[in-house]
Every structure is written in C-alpha cells, then in structure tokens.
C-alpha cells in the first residue's frame, strides 16, 4: 500500500514496456468508498484525463482504491471485462465507458452502494441498448431487481427503458429470484397508473407463483382493458404450467 503518485503512474502507463498494472490504494478504515479499476491504453487520448479524475477521487478519500491496468501489455485483463473500448473504469459496480468529466464520475461515485444509483446506472444503460448487460447483472445480483422494480415503479421512465425491464425479468421466469420480488410486484399491480399496473401484471405472472393468482383475477376488473387483458394472459401462463 502506498500513496498514489499521478506522475508517476502517468509515467508508467504511458509506456506499454513499463510496468502496465498498477495498484493504487489509500486507507479508508472505517468507510464504504468504493473501488476502481480503470483500463486504459497508451495512445488513448481522453484516458489521461480519465485517469486525473480517477487520481483525485482516491486522494480527497471518495474512492478507497484504485487499479489502472494498461491493456496493451495486458490484453487478457481487457478480454476478462469484455472491454473493447477505453478508457474503461468499474467504479463499485457501475461499468462506465468513454471519457468522462471529473463531474461525472464523482456523481457516480455518489450513486454507489446506492438503490436509486443502480436504477439510474440501469435507466442510462437501457437507454443506449446495453440489455445483455443489465441482464447479466440481474442474474447474479439480487439487489439489481430492486432497482428495476424501482425504475419500473416511476410513472416517467420511458417505454424503451420498461420494454428492457420487462425483457430481463422475462429471462429469469421462474427463478428464485424473481419469485422473490412478488411483494413489490403485487404493490406495482395497484398503482394509480395503468401502465405499471400491465407490466407489473405481466411480471407477476413470470414468477410462477401460485400466490399471484388473487391479484391477477384481481386486475380482471381493472377500468383499463389493457391491463384486463394482460392479467388475463397472466392467468393463462400460470394455468398451462399445471
């Protein structure tokens, strides 16, 4: 463990015969700051600037550790993360790509260890498409659902974001882990709007749990006839199950 020095490790990244992984730390005892690695390459042009950001946050005590990797010596670390593109940093567990002002990711070091900085990481990457990755994700953290659930329940978050929502529970149908968002789903089938009352109809029914089956009898009398006909599918799925 040692005190970072940005001219020093800019030195050393700068030049893939150096030593290209590096490990940065400063003693956080008694915090939950969490930690950053960061990819890079020596000809990157925004990752100097990146990694400045990066440098500061770890010494005003924001990060509680830092890891810069130059993937031109260590294309396998680049393989290891699916990362094609740099600068590339995992701050806690957000996965951010691209340049990205000290602002920025002094907000996202913020949002970490946060459910709404979760459903925000969520709603930023569903907005530009990446449903594999929030899909990977929800598969191997359960507290991912919850920011879903979260994003799912804000009658403002846009439809491309809740038709990604709706794709990534519907590739855990069935699992323990959307069975265990039942409660939350059944307090989103009463909400005053009707398009969280469908889709949280729909997901209740993925969950193939028996218990679902009261409240989506229940939303066959529900004023909107779509979501009417949506609980009616619901109860047909969990039907042909058996």
Request: neutral net charge; hydrophobic residues 40%; charged residues 20%.
């Given at each position: 463990m040692f005190k970072p020095d940005f001219q020093q490790i800019r030195r050393t990244c700068g030049s893939v015969g150096g030593n290209n992984l590096i490990q940065m730390t400063e003693?956080?005892?008694?915090?939950?700051r969490?930690?950053?690695?960061?990819?890079?390459?020596?000809?990157?042009?925004?990752?100097?600037?990146v990694l400045a950001a990066l440098n500061d946050l770890v010494k005003s005590g924001d990060?509680?550790?830092?890891?810069?990797?130059?993937?031109?010596?260590?294309?396998?670390?680049?393989?290891?993360?699916?990362?094609?593109?740099v600068p590339w940093v995992r701050l806690g567990p957000f996965e951010l790509e691209g340049l990205r002002s000290p602002a920025e990711?002094?907000?996202?070091?913020?949002?970490?260890?946060?459910?709404?900085g979760l459903a925000e990481y969520f709603h930023e990457l569903l907005k530009e498409g990446a449903l594999p990755k929030v899909s990977a994700q929800?598969?191997?953290?359960?507290?991912a659902l919850d920011a879903l659930l979260r994003l799912l329940g804000d009658p403002d978050t846009e439809l491309t974001v809740r038709i990604g929502i709706n794709a990534v529970f519907e590739g855990l149908e069935?699992?323990?882990?959307?069975?265990?968002?039942?409660?939350?789903?059944?307090?989103?089938?009463?909400h005053r709007d009707a398009h969280i009352?469908?889709?949280a109809a729909h997901l209740l029914s993925l969950t193939h749990a028996p218990s679902v089956q009261p409240h989506l009898q229940?939303?066959?009398?529900d004023e909107v006839a779509d979501v009417r006909e949506i609980a009616r599918e619901g109860l047909e799925r969990l039907s042909a199950l058996g």
């Open positions: 003693p956080m005892a008694g915090t939950d969490p930690d950053a690695l960061l990819l890079l390459t020596s000809t990157c042009p925004y990752c100097p600037t990060i509680g550790r830092l890891e810069v990797v130059n993937i031109g010596a260590h294309p396998d670390i680049a393989q290891q993360y699916g990362v094609r593109t990711l002094k907000q996202w070091v913020e949002r970490a260890g946060t459910p709404e929800a598969a191997r953290d359960p507290a069935g699992s323990r882990a959307l069975q265990r968002t039942v409660d939350a789903l059944i307090a989103l089938s009463m009352r469908g889709d229940r939303l066959l009398a």
